[in-house]
């Protein structure tokens, strides 16, 4: 099962907000999903638009949930230092890979 963490609409048509969740890539935007990691209203000031249940997050990513380029963004500007442990995780595997190749060579 693949996983990915992406947003989920919510609200009325011209009023939406968006709730950040845990879900199989198979299922549809506003479908089911396993846990629900925090909210994001775009109506609100900057401050106060973004909620995020870190230690949740970071226990998904941990377990192979891949973050949708959305999300991304708003976690970069909630918490950046996921994003941070993220891609040295991704600059890690791509050494690793790069290593595996010379030696098969």
Known sequence: MALVIRM???GAKNRQTFRLVVTDIRNPRDGKYLEMLGWYDPTKEEEKNLSIDVPRLQFWIDNGA???DRVKSLVKRH???VVQQMSVRK???MAKAREKRKKKS
């Open 8 to 10: 989920r609409q919510q």
């Open 66 to 68: 891949v973050v949708s």
């Open 79 to 81: 918490a950046p230092e």
């Open 91 to 93: 600059v890690e595997k």
